[in-house]
């Protein structure tokens, strides 16, 4: 019984546990609660958050209700400089999109977090978001123009106007403090051992239960989890944790690769990795009475972190795993992807590598991705961009180029900034990966 609840238990508690990740990360790093964490430059191999962008500034506000509303302020678009991103619970489910792609429209705004069952009224001139957890983050992206020094210190900059204050100081603000982690290892990747449950254990003494969740409360309290009391199982309990938990990780990572059947593109490689019920549940806060997708769920968040309200207005995402003969990305091996020209996106694409077993950077390595604004990068007479992952670069190739690691496989995500209609009625298609 033990076992069999323990591996149902991490399936549904793989968001939990993903968010306690990311908040180590921040403490790590010599963040708390109510602190933004931000990289003054474009992420290194240092950030290993799962499948992170490593071609924009990240800032993640970091919120903390317990003792009242807080405010998160965001600052109007000026010119070429914006934020994208969404405001989300401790689930990692969105509050709201900010930004021009969000509530304020690239006007800016006060955006107002509520705790757990507030009832205060809300006061003029704030955005109220209902969460239902005391904790939990915001994804923020500050956009560059380029991938230019100059650019890249205007990115950040633009970015650091960010605030994040209590509702209680709203009228006299203190200044936001900011945290660098451009130099720190922000390892956020999740272990599948006993660990996991300790982590879901934290979750689950911080934040109120949901009527939804409440299904879970006997689950969890068989295994040894449950509010109010100190997690310490045995030494046969701690066996059988460890038992379930490699399980539960062997099933997340079989769905997760069964994910790819269905296919954006007609007989290609690339898909959306999330599943259209997952991404239903994430927009409405799980609001549909019928439909609960708590599996779909725990496999995304084995591989990535944070949801946006609304997928589509500011970022599409996709992922593969395949080359076009169907096998999988060989580290040892080389690759081009062929970018058609006039890709249908009003900021910029990008195309990532991540070491396959973690979903996270590959280590180690000084280039990891290419993107529409990277400099120096080659296009084609007709505006087609052709890039490369490899162990080594093809003659001439390098400015095109992302080196990989022989002895393991990778995966690559390309995203879309700004999408537009092209891609959505599919005149516009991106090719598979083949191998050379």
Known sequence: MVHRRAVEAAIWGVPAVNFERLRDGLADAGGDWNQIVYWSRLPDWKNQTLTPNPDVIYLMPFYDTRNGPVVLEIPPAEGNASITGSIDDGWQTALEDVGPAGVDKGKGGKYLILPPGYQGKPPAGFIPLKSSTYAGYALLRSNVASSSSADIA??????????????????????????????????????????????????????????????????????????????????????????????????????????????????????????????????????????????????????????????????????????????????????????????????????????????????????????????????????????????????????????TRPGGQFEVLFRLYGPEQPLFDKTWQLPDIEKL
């Open 154 to 403: 205007k990115a950040a900059a633009y970015g650091r106007k960010i605030g994040l204050y209590p509702l209680a100081q709203a009228t006299h603000p203190p200044a936001t403090r900011f945290i660098d982690a451009a130099n720190t290892v922000y390892d956020s990747t999740i272990p599948y051992d006993l660990r996991f449950y300790q982590l879901l254990d934290r979750f689950v003494q911080r934040e109120p239960w949901i009527e939804r969740d409440k299904a879970m409360i006997d689950m969890l309290k068989s295994i040894g989890i449950e509010q109010g009391k100190i997690f310490a199982p045995d030494q046969k309990t701690q066996a059988t944790l460890k038992e379930a938990i490699t399980e539960a990780n062997a099933w997340l990572q079989a769905s997760y690769e069964a994910a790819f059947t269905n296919t954006y593109f007609p007989g290609s490689r690339w898909a959306v990795p999330v599943s259209p019920e997952v991404l239903e549940g994430l927009g409405s806060n799980f609001g549909k009475s019928a439909s609960y997708p708590t599996s779909g769920r725990g496999v995304t968040y084995t591989f990535g972190f944070f949801s946006a309200k609304h997928l589509g207005q500011g970022q599409f995402y996709l992922l593969t795993l395949k080359d076009k003969a169907g096998q999988p990305l060989d580290g040892a091996s080389t690759y081009r992807l062929s970018v058609p020209p006039k890709a249908p996106v009003r900021l910029y694409w990008s195309a990532t590598v991540y070491d396959r077993a973690t979903h996270a950077l590959i280590r180690d390595q000084a280039r990891l991705s290419r993107a529409s604004n990277s400099q120096g990068l080659q296009k084609n007479t007709d505006g087609s961009v052709d890039l490369y992952f490899g162990p080594t670069s093809p003659p001439g190739k390098e400015s095109n180029w992302v080196r």
